[in-house]
């Protein structure tokens, strides 16, 4: 459960080689490819030059762009507007993969094929033009009130017409300028949140007219001189045209189906290599070339380091050599490779959506998982609404939401735990002590100080795992100035633990630590704060020891001891919020048991039964969700968690 290693591929091959290579790795899933030039051009490019293969790249000044088979594009796009037609999606199959195809047989094979459906296909997509046309049409329902005969208006010898559409916006400025439009503009009706209207002007206003209808975005309908009737007449014609052509349509569908049911294996397999080629297609952007030579590079995890290997040893002019991730030009930014336990996997999608954590960072997952699915249990703790959760996130899940719906399901585990603890079934107290008669039972309710100050303590040890986070990822990156001596660091670890024991000493008077040692502590962990760029520095031995003069960095580390003092007492203060969301998810259950209790009758404590969990659920379920996330992206985030990283995406098909 942890961010997991990657290596840079560096390999050179012979460009007739190239497109086997590439479909093998990219059928594998296990190469995220990057553009070769980036490697090349801060001279990195590596492939373990030997005497024996210094020949193979002495031409490698003249190394190119490889340009993308754009016909292979055009032929894929064609055949996918067949199986559109014809409503049929094929079924990769990767047995039916040949890594040594050849992409211009595999164009030749795709056209034919195309080829002997083109007059049918080119049919049926005349035909869906036409039903969209007249599906259009039909705005003329608002106007077949109307009892006019079209036909005569478009026919007039010295006036024209226009019918058509505007926005709601673009007709309030056509009727404020009514007295500048030399036309009769009738308002016809409103269908689908636009503005019919039918325009008549003089033919010789023509040119006028469509320069003013144009700068309102005027939408014209032309409707064909055969459909040309009342409005009333008109959609009759309408209706009937668009059932003879549906019947057509599914006439032509269904004998394009026979025809091609004994042709699906091919169909497949045509749409597989297609597939594949167009994927190389995509990565050979990637790739650089000489005459002779293919230089390509990709991020490899090391546990597929053998089975990449593997693949380029099949090839006998194949050269292949990794790089360790700080070998590697820090132009190049290392990708993320996320690998954690099964049970944590769907908190991914909430880490990811503050940031994906850079390679250099502890992966944040496991212990976002834990404390959240604890944070979230302590404020909605319930039984059987937790259970209810758990159910929906199953259900979710099992739609193809796998990652919510894991979210799902393991916060209301942490629901149903909590619910357990807090005696607490839909809401009802004392339920659950009956059949489970042991002392472990904490009600909200009855225990309101014991639950705010659990909360706060759940808090404290929160923000100190954050901490060690936090430390842990400023010495692995490095930075030592933040790392040692920072709010973050181990000095300021050190500062809260000291006035968190100065704060109990006073309230509880009666110290652990001598307040003079607390006192002393502090001081100098804020002295500290207030020289640390300084003592970096002297430590490290650099030239110079601030960054920017003297008055404005000590202005500036001034107001950081201050925001520094501050967001430990608030940071340890949101966490009560905690303890207040249990009680409140109590609270409002009593509300509504107390609106069944004045209903009076059976069927009203049902019916409140039902509506407050209901409500609790989705409603209190949603802010408590959200609450849970505010306190990790703002209190805890902030100490330990960057996410500037980007995510290692393999290619594959």
């Not at 490290?540 to 580390?557: C, F, G, M, N």
């Not at 007492?569 to 109590?586: E, K, M, P, W």
Request: proline share 2%; with cysteine.
């Amino acid at each position: 459960m942890a961010i997991k290693k990657l290596r840079m591929m560096n390999a050179v091959c012979e460009r007739s080689s190239l497109d086997a290579i590439l479909s093998e790795l990219i059928t594998d899933g296990n190469c995220g490819f990057i553009d070769a030039f980036l490697e090349i051009d801060e001279g990195d490019f590596s492939i373990g030059i030997a005497e024996e293969n210094a020949d193979r790249i002495l031409d490698m000044e003249d190394i190119t762009p490889l340009v993308e088979n754009k016909k292979l594009k055009r032929v894929s796009e064609s055949f996918d507007d067949l199986m559109k037609a014809i409503q049929y999606t094929p079924n990769m199959k990767h047995e039916t993969i040949a890594h040594d195809v050849v992409v211009e047989q595999v164009i030749m094979e795709t056209e034919a094929f195309c080829e002997a459906f083109s007059l049918k296909r080119d049919t049926l997509k005349q035909l869906e033009e036409r039903l969209d046309y007249l599906k259009r049409l039909k705005v003329l329902e608002c106007a077949k009130h109307i009892e006019i005969d079209f036909k005569r208006l478009v026919e007039m010898n010295f006036f024209t017409m226009k019918f058509g559409y505007l926005t709601r916006e673009k007709a309030k400025r056509i009727s404020q300028n009514y007295d500048h439009i030399k036309a009769l503009v009738f308002h016809i009706g409103t269908a689908e949140e636009k503005e019919l209207y039918m325009i008549i002007s003089p033919k010789s206003l023509d040119l006028e007219m469509s320069r003013i209808l144009r700068s309102t975005d005027f939408y014209e309908l032309n409707i064909d001189s055969n459909l040309l009737d009342t409005p009333k007449n008109m959609l009759m014609k309408i209706e009937m045209e668009i059932e003879r052509n549906l019947g057509q349509q599914q006439a032509l569908q269904d004998e394009m189906g026979k025809g091609l049911e004994p042709r699906k294996a091919e169909i497949d397999r045509l749409m597989t290599q297609l597939t594949t080629c167009s994927k190389v297609n995509e990565i050979k952007r990637y790739v650089a070339v000489t005459e002779e030579l293919a230089y390509f590079a990709a991020w490899v995890p090391e546990a597929s380091l053998t089975m990449v290997t593997s693949v380029m040893n099949g090839y006998r002019d194949a050269l292949v050599t990794f790089k360790h991730q700080d070998e590697v030009s820090q132009r190049i930014q290392t990708p993320t490779l996320m690998v954690n336990h099964w049970f944590f996997r769907p908190f991914e999608t909430l880490i990811k959506m503050y940031g994906v954590p850079s390679h250099t960072e502890l992966d944040p997952t496991p212990f976002f998982g834990v404390a959240y699915i604890l944070m979230f249990g302590a404020m909605f703790g319930d039984l059987g609404q937790g259970l209810v959760i758990s159910l929906a996130g199953l259900i979710i899940s099992k739609r193809g939401g796998h990652d919510m719906g894991g979210v799902l399901v393991r916060i209301g585990f942490g629901a149903m735990l909590f619910g357990v603890l807090y005696d607490s079934f839909f809401g009802y107290e004392n339920l659950i002590s009956r059949w489970l008669p042991i002392p472990i039972y904490l009600r909200p309710i009855e225990n309101i100080m014991t639950i705010l100050l659990l909360s706060i303590i759940m808090g404290l040890i929160l923000v100190y795992i954050s901490l060690v986070y936090g430390i842990i990822n400023k010495l692995r990156q490095g930075d030592y100035q933040e790392g040692l001596f920072g709010r973050n660091g181990i000095n300021g670890t050190i500062l809260l633990s000291a006035l968190l024991l100065y704060g109990y000493g006073v309230a509880a008077g009666t110290s652990l630590i001598s307040n003079r040692i607390l006192l002393a502590v502090m001081l100098l962990c804020v002295t500290l704060l207030l020289i640390k760029q300084p003592l970096s520095r002297f430590i490290s031995k650099e030239e110079h020891l601030y960054e920017e003069t003297l008055s404005a960095y000590y202005v500036e580390a001034g107001f950081d001891i201050f925001e520094t003092l501050l967001s430990m007492l608030s940071n340890t203060a949101s966490f009560i919020r905690i303890g207040a969301f249990a009680l409140n998810h109590v609270g409002l259950f009593i509300a509504f048991h107390t609106l069944s209790e004045m209903i009076g009758t059976t069927f009203g404590n049902i019916l409140m039964f039902i509506l407050g969990n209901a409500i609790i659920i989705g409603l209190e379920g949603l802010v408590v969700f959200i609450q849970g996330l505010r306190l990790f992206y703002y209190e805890l985030f902030s100490k330990y968690y960057l996410g500037e990283g980007i995510l290692f995406e393999p290619d594959h098909l």
